[in-house]
């Protein structure tokens, strides 16, 4: 009988080839299994399309569309080469690339969803963020300077927005203007992913104030502006030339609401609508203004924006996670010391190198942050992570251990920023992590 030959993963970004030895297994489970990085926020599930792949060599060796795949393949208009690694089944050598590389590149998926040439009507809350104070900063400054820091203001402020699930839609001049619920989902957490965004644009300015650019004597400050209507969503242009838009109503009014801070001596303003959609006693609010937009014949309510009443855990979190994971290699080795003090018997569990498993283990944890504010595919997706550490031979008595160590890393590393409210939405968050892929273990 001729020899059969064990297929080939050729992984072509990062030119690594493996062994792929169990044919019942996923081409996402291979990498898994690989140690190889491989974005998987649904878990395997087929919904979330972050594991997909473009299929470079060896179509024929792979199985046919599953339903899921076609549908989706349908809906956002892949060519036949891209494929969901979780779908996917190899019997022979096979050469792929991922195709989502980073937990901020996701949200830039929901834009496939928008149809080409021409514009729908869909449900979003728009996020309008005028950045004051520049001008003089541009004026004193080098172009070379002025330059570098405009970039650090579109990634801090750009941040916020993208880890809310939002899509960053442009810069222009001194204004980014952010959309959230571009593809769907519920009008009440559009809009709370939208109010977070703004506070964690709030709080990203005061920390680039008092610490990048403690030496420019500059004090940049910003006002931003929020509304939420429906507007009309599009890639739309010269047929050669097309690109994504959004027109109407809603959004002209956000970019008024964002102006009128100024008169009003505001930082964050939101529309009434805004204000509607989110649970009654959520939000911590200022003074209230009536205002008469241009263009409309009625006067629209905007309310002042200091926070949520109670702790928001997403917000917390995210304030932190940067300075938290500034050196991953040196969390994770703290980390793993304190594990493996404690029990001893889990450093045998791990095969294969320390230092790669750590950085696995920082980029779940940034990509938990991420997916809290998709919390469906969080769900899946800790299913998958907790089968796998059945796998690893990882029984339920290690979670309390690793929890306790995991804590105790982000009190140390978090140093002057730590305070009781960051503690407890970290363990908050981490105890719920925890629990579900615990529900699996022995
Ligand atoms: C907060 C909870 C945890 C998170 C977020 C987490 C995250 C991860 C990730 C992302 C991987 C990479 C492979 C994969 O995706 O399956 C991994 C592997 C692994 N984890 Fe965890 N883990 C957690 C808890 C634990 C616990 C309690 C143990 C027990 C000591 C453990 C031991 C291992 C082992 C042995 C591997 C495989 C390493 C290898 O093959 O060398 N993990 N973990
Ligand atoms: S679609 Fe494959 S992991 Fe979500």
Redesign the pocket.
């Known amino acids: 009988m001729p020899e059969v030959k064990t297929p080939v993963i050729t992984y072509t970004g990062i030119n690594q080839q493996v062994e792929h030895h169990d044919l019942d297994t996923t081409l996402l489970e291979c990498s898994?299994?690989n140690?190889i990085p491989?974005i998987?926020e649904c878990g395997g599930n087929g919904q979330c399309t972050t594991c997909r792949i473009r299929v470079m060599d060896g179509h024929s060796n792979l199985n046919p569309r599953t339903l899921k795949e076609q549908e989706t393949a349908r809906i956002r208009k892949w060519d036949p080469s891209i494929r969901l690694a979780c779908q996917c089944y190899a019997k022979g050598d096979v050469s792929i690339q991922r195709l989502v590389w980073i937990n901020s590149e996701i949200n830039r998926l929901q834009l496939e969803t928008i149809p080409e040439g021409i514009a729908e009507e869909r449900p979003i809350a728009i996020l309008f963020c005028d950045i004051r104070g520049f001008t003089k900063l541009a004026s004193e400054n080098s172009s070379f300077d002025v330059a570098h820091i405009l970039n650090r203001f579109y990634t801090v402020l750009g941040d916020p927005i993208l880890i809310n699930n939002g899509v960053i839609y442009q810069y222009v001049g001194d204004e980014i203007i952010g959309l959230f619920g571009v593809s769907g989902g519920m009008k009440s957490k559009n809009c709370k992913d939208a109010v977070r965004a703004a506070l964690g644009m709030q709080y990203a300015i005061e920390r680039l104030n008092h610490i990048e650019l403690v030496d420019f004597d500059v004090n940049i400050k910003m006002g931003i502006g929020i509304n939420f209507g429906r507007a009309y969503i599009g890639h739309l242009g010269h047929p050669k030339h097309k690109q994504f838009a959004v027109v109407g109503d809603p959004v002209n009014t956000a970019s008024r609401i964002q102006s009128y801070n100024k008169e009003a001596g505001t930082d964050i303003l939101i529309s009434d609508a805004v204000f509607k959609s989110i649970p009654a006693d959520t939000l911590d609010i200022g003074r209230s203004f009536s205002n008469q937009m241009a263009g409309h014949d009625h006067a629209t309510l905007l309310y002042e924006l200091f926070g949520f009443k109670d702790m928001d855990i997403q917000l917390e979190l995210q304030q932190s996670l940067d300075y938290l994971l500034r050196n991953e290699d040196a969390f994770a080795s703290k980390f793993y010391d304190k594990?493996f003090t404690k029990?001893p018997e889990?450093r045998a569990?791990?095969?294969?190198?320390?230092a790669s498993?750590g950085r696995?283990?920082t980029?779940?944890?940034g990509?938990?942050v991420y997916s809290m504010s998709r919390p469906e595919h969080l769900a899946m997706g800790?299913k998958?992570?907790g089968e796998?550490?059945v796998?690893?031979?990882?029984?339920e008595a290690?979670?309390p251990?690793?929890?306790e160590c995991?804590m105790e890393t982000i009190r140390e590393e978090l140093g002057d920023l730590c305070n009781d409210k960051l503690l407890s939405a970290w363990k908050q968050a981490?105890e719920t992590?925890?629990s579900e892929?615990?529900r699996y273990?022995k």
């Not at 569990?349 to 320390?354: C, I, P, R, S, V």
């Open positions: 898994i299994m140690q491989h998987h594990v029990a889990a569990l791990f095969k294969n190198n320390m498993q696995l283990l980029h779940m944890l990509g938990i800790l998958l992570l796998s550490h796998r690893y031979g990882v029984h290690h979670y251990v690793v929890l995991l981490l992590v925890t892929m615990r273990a």
